[in-house]
């Protein structure tokens, strides 16, 4: 067997009257983050560790900032071609583990149905999926409240 190891890493600005999404789910919040597309922070780390993890570029490779089709478009949509990509290459996700970073709001509360959300996506178990979430004590740009981050790890296996 062969196994290959990616990482991702992304991050968005806070912006008031932007939907907040994470992981393809709706969190009720103030803010939203600023992005081309939905600015979805979690699944936009997802896609890069499965790029990374078969040498397939990031996303801003395959999916521009300064395409036009890309604009306000969902990250779920994105991340089932970022799966199409990984099966052409002759690989299978064997797990991810994610991390969201954010003062607020709470995302204890969603991380499962993110996990089932990011699962359904990608056709794999959920329980091939962790989400962790925490807070950076409010230190840096996550922390006084401007901004989110997201890591990614995906291990992928070769068919």
């Known amino acids: 067997m062969s196994f290959r190891i990616g990482f991702g890493y992304d991050v968005h600005r806070l912006q008031k009257g932007r939907k907040l999404i994470i992981g393809g789910v709706e969190i009720a919040h103030e803010y939203g983050l600023l992005g081309h ?29 300064t395409d036009e089709k890309y604009k306000d478009v969902s990250s779920i949509k994105l991340l089932c071609e970022v799966k199409n990509i990984i099966e052409d290459e002759g ?20 991380k499962e149905k993110i996990a089932a959300e990011l699962s359904k996506a990608l056709a794999i178990d959920k329980s091939q999926i962790n989400i962790k979430a925490t807070t950076e004590e409010k230190l840096g740009f996550t922390g006084d409240g401007s901004g989110m981050s997201a890591k990614a790890v995906a291990l992928i296996e070769k068919i």
């Open 37 to 65: 597309s939905d600015a979805d922070v979690l699944t936009h780390a997802v896609m890069d560790a499965l790029l990374g993890a078969a040498g397939k570029g990031d996303i801003g490779t395959h999916f521009p900032d």
């Open 91 to 110: 690989y299978k996700i064997s797990n991810i583990d994610a991390v969201i970073v954010a003062q607020e709001p709470k995302i204890s509360p969603y």
